[in-house]
Nanobody, 121 residues
Framework: QVQLVEYGGGLVQPGGSLRLSCLAS????????MAWYRRAPGKEREYVAQ???????HHTESVKDRFTISRDNAKNTVDLQMDRLQPEDTAVYYC???????????????WGQGTQVTVSL
């Protein structure tokens, strides 16, 4: 079983920055893709960015010039650096990880509880 805990949310003014971190713990053979999603008030959860264990990175179009995903495979962490934040970035941000329990095993998805990011004056 994998547990994900997010850190770093809070209140920030428009144009400001925040850095989110997600720590994976528990029992697993390997973490493959780690990703960030968000759910804005009254909206569906949406994909933000992902990074594979081998280093492939992708950011959704709306954040690619402002947000940067990174990860430390040795520490089982994934971060999201968010710059030039705007009110429309206000959301609960969720960490997701895909793990396997054995070499070549079935991939399993895990989600954190989320951390609130509020962008407001």
């Amino acid at each position: 079983q994998v547990q994900l805990v997010e850190y770093g949310g809070g209140l920030v003014q428009p144009g400001g920055s925040l850095r989110l971190s997600c720590l994976a713990s528990g029992s697993f053979f390997q973490l493959d893709t780690m990703a960030w999603y968000r759910r804005a008030p009254g909206k569906e959860r949406e994909y933000v960015a992902q990074m594979t264990k081998s280093g492939f990175i992708h950011h959704t179009e709306s954040v690619k010039d402002r947000f940067t995903i990174s990860r430390d495979n040795a520490k089982n962490t994934v971060d999201l650096q968010m710059d030039r934040l705007q009110p429309e970035d206000t959301a609960v941000y969720y960490c997701k990880a895909v793990s396997t329990d054995t070499p070549g095993g079935r991939p399993q998805e895990h989600w954190g509880q989320g951390t609130q990011v509020t962008v407001s004056l």
